[in-house]
């Protein structure tokens, strides 16, 4: 197990909530790791849309794990990347690519970017094992349920996905879009780190963290302020 892994895995078990404002560049990951947080995390979204293409595994493997790779060259933190569903890569070449782009952490999705369709759960724990046998403790492995974002309100399903996930070997479980008032079931019933998502206007990171929230990030929100910031700076330039 490496260093930055091994440092990265112990983040999420205080004695604090882990605070991930997603990157999508060198720029931006240089800022986040100047601000002092404890490791970066990419977006997928925002950085498909940063390299020329839309979300939900547009973005040519190669090119997300050169961009990946960038941001990991110019930072000395613990990098996690945002993989979507792993972008049809049999576990030990996403693995191996991970690593190779100098990665100790990723996400996995359980839905199928093309269709938003939730996959069987045993086959997306399968998966999840298969990854975490490649890696072994290297890669520190955040299992995505997308149950909420599929429009299900079904809060015992996501818990029952996220124990099994974690069964499979992740470290953590992401129930993405999960509603606030869920998220104390959620963290009781996975037991383990949960990975909630946080806004810039909000719900912010002290309140999912009071909520039990272990892990917290904020997907492509920031990008999307960046942008329409950077919009309106044109407006006023002419």
Not at 19 to 31: C, E, F, G, K, Y
Not at 91 to 107: F, M, Y
């Amino acid at each position: 197990m490496s260093e930055l892994s091994q440092r990265f895995r112990a983040l999420h078990h205080g004695p604090g909530p882990l605070i991930l404002p997603n990157v999508w560049d060198a720029v931006s990951a240089r800022a986040v790791a100047e601000a002092g947080y404890p490791a970066i995390a990419t977006s997928s979204a925002a950085m498909a849309r940063a390299n020329g293409y839309d979300d939900g595994e547009q973005t040519p493997p190669v090119e997300m794990f050169a961009a990946i790779a960038r941001i990991a060259r110019v930072v000395d933190l613990p990098v996690t990347a945002d993989i979507e569903a792993g972008y049809g890569l049999a576990p030990a070449e996403l693995a191996e690519r991970l690593l190779e782009a100098g990665a100790v952490g990723c996400n996995l999705e359980d839905s199928r970017p093309a269709t938003g369709e939730l996959v069987d759960p045993e086959q997306q724990a399968a998966y999840l094992a298969d990854v975490r046998a490649a890696a072994g403790a290297d890669l520190v492995i955040n299992g995505r349920v997308d149950i909420f974002i599929a429009g299900s309100n079904d809060v015992e399903a996501a818990i029952a996905r996220g124990r099994l996930y974690r069964r499979a070997g992740v470290d953590c479980v992401y129930p993405i879009a999960a509603p606030v008032d869920t998220i104390p079931l959620l963290v009781k019933g996975i037991g383990g780190p949960v990975n909630a998502h946080a806004r810039a206007n909000g719900p912010t990171a002290a309140e999912l963290a009071a909520l039990g929230a272990q892990r917290i990030s904020f997907g492509a929100s920031l990008h999307h302020e960046m942008t329409n910031a950077f919009r309106t700076l044109l407006a006023n330039l002419q």
